[in-house]
């Protein structure tokens, strides 16, 4: 018994702790909740006035620098000059050994190869007396001898070309010859006749006949009423009728004939009018005929006089061509070629002896490329000079809605700029930016003072401000795949209490300074505006705000 009520008691008091903590997790479960939450930093969106700048950083580049190189590979024996030295031209820069270059010695065995080539052609088999006459400077120039062949050349290309053209004029005209004897076939082929009109003839002359014949009965058996005493007036009445009907029909056909007579003759007269004219169209198609045969001929003698002429002229230029006048041009080509060489190399000998190489133009050295000791690339700088009076240059990209607010001439300010550098920059042009021309631009600002080419430098510009009703700070601004947004802070009740939702707005920003940013979208100006967070937040999030 004492067990049993021992037993009840424990199952109360469990009870009883378990809807004590249940109480409290619900009265606490608000304040645990909220702990969990990132806590974000707001500021209430404002209007205000934001002044425009926009800021870059870019390389000093030289405004036009002045390669010095040395064009033969060449041993440095010492250098003079030093990157940021202030150079007058014709100061020495670096002195170069006494050597024979890469590039002499490569002339003088080309030299040495031409000459080679030259000798075996002369023993090649050439006549003396034409060696001698080139040799002598007495051989017709190259340009000559092009002249003489292009000459040659255009001679027979001309007289080949006529010779085409009669080729085509003789096929032409056989064409229209056989085209002419056809149309006489078919203009001989033809028939022309009375028939149709003779047959209609003869068949109105036999109707008329019959209705002659036809006449006559009704005239007879007329006759014959009229004489009987007995015959009754209805009859002799009707024989009248036949009578008056018949003669009627005979005077049709007479009407016929007549008619069919005269298409008869008319078609007789046609048929022999068609004759004389197919004859006189068979006539005129022979003449035709007989005179381009005699075309035919005329232009045989004249195409076979311009075959011989164009043969004459194609042995001219292949004669010209096949003689011994190439061997004699190569000759003179060879001893020219050889001059030039020679010329070549009294040039890279006189290099080669006490060579210094001196300043082009005055200006500070921002580039030293070899050390003594080294042999020069041709194809690379030595020295790199900046010219007095270029100046340099610093590039920066911006979008086309940047670009708008600044203008040729505007000054920018130096942001890094160590304390008492006397360097200025001025806006010297905006261009399209070759990376991304569509979308932005390249502002080239021009820098003077203590600079050098390499510097990294950042540079503020424009100062157009205007006044705006939505400002928000630059940290609010935030950006993804959808374009520019922020986050306000949304207030909403539940059963456990009010609770704040993290909710995008998606904006579009009109202008910006170094802290301040304006912007446009589906906001009202009274909002609350995140800016910072503890924790990562997105759209939609719950969040806590600071106590």
């Not at 400077?137 to 255009?154: C, F, H, L, M, W």
């Not at 007479?254 to 004859?279: G, L, P």
């Amino acid at each position: 018994m004492e067990e049993n009520r021992k037993k009840r008691d424990w199952v109360k008091n469990a009870a009883i702790v378990f809807l004590t903590v249940m109480l409290l997790l619900t009265f606490f479960s608000n304040t645990i909740m909220n702990h969990s939450l990132p806590e974000v930093a707001t500021e209430y969106i404002t209007s205000g006035t934001i002044v425009s700048k926009i800021r870059g950083t870019g390389v000093v580049e030289s405004g036009d620098p002045y390669n010095v190189q040395v064009m033969e590979a060449r041993k440095v024996a010492g250098i003079v000059a030093q990157v940021g030295d202030e150079v007058e031209k014709d100061d020495i820069l670096l002195y170069l050994e006494d050597e024979e270059s890469e590039e002499l010695k490569a002339a003088l065995d080309k030299l040495e190869a031409l000459q080679d080539e030259y000798d075996a052609m002369v023993v090649s088999g050439l006549d003396i007396s034409l060696v001698n006459r080139v040799e002598g400077g007495n051989a017709p120039s190259i340009e000559e001898y092009k002249q003489r062949v292009d000459t040659a050349k255009k001679e027979m290309d001309d007289a080949l070309l006529k010779v085409d053209q009669l080729e085509d004029y003789l096929a032409d005209t056989e064409d229209w010859i056989d085209a002419l004897n056809l149309q006489i076939s078919l203009e001989e082929a033809k028939s022309f006749h009375a028939d149709v009109e003779e047959s209609a003839l003869n068949v109105a002359k036999s109707n008329l006949d019959n209705a002659k014949i036809a006449k006559q009965q009704a005239q007879n058996n007329y006759d014959a009423l009229m004489a009987d005493p007995n015959a009754t007036p209805e009859a002799k009445n009707q024989a009248q009728q036949q009578l008056v009907a018949a003669s009627t029909a005979v005077t049709d056909c007479e009407a016929e004939v007549n008619r069919c007579q005269q298409a008869y003759n008319d078609a007789v007269i046609n048929a022999e009018t068609q004759k004389s004219e197919v004859a006189a169209t068979i006539q005129n198609l022979k003449n035709q005929v007989a005179h381009n045969q005699v075309r035919v001929r005329d232009i045989g003698n004249d195409l076979a006089e311009h075959q011989e002429d164009y043969e004459r002229k194609q042995k001219v230029y292949n004669d010209l061509v096949n003689t011994s006048i190439p061997a004699e041009m190569n000759l003179v080509k060879k001893l020219e070629d050889i001059a030039e060489q020679k010329e070549e190399v009294a040039k890279l000998r006189d290099k080669s002896e006490g060579a210094t190489i001196t300043a082009p133009v005055a200006g500070k050295i921002i580039s030293v490329n070899v050390v003594s000791g080294e042999t020069t690339n041709p194809a690379m700088p030595v020295f790199v000079i900046q010219p007095e009076g270029k100046g340099y240059t610093v590039s920066i990209s911006v979008t086309k809605e940047q670009a708008t607010r600044v203008s040729v001439g505007d000054p920018a300010d130096l942001v890094n700029a160590w304390w008492g550098s006397e360097m200025e920059a001025v806006v010297q042009s905006i261009r399209p930016d070759p990376n991304n021309p569509s979308k932005n631009k390249l502002i080239i600002f021009k820098i003077t003072g203590e600079v050098t080419a390499g510097q990294s430098l950042t540079l503020s510009v424009g100062q157009k401000s205007a006044e705006y009703s939505t400002i928000v700070p630059n940290s609010a601004i935030r950006e993804d795949n959808n374009g520019k947004f922020i986050l306000i802070v949304e207030q909403k009740s539940s059963p456990l209490g009010n609770r704040f939702v993290a909710t995008r707005v998606d904006v579009e920003v009109l202008a910006s300074d170094d802290t301040k940013t304006a912007i446009q979208g589906g906001v009202y100006g009274y909002e609350n505006v995140i800016t910072t967070a503890t924790q990562p937040i997105e759209a939609g999030q719950l969040i806590r705000l600071p106590d």
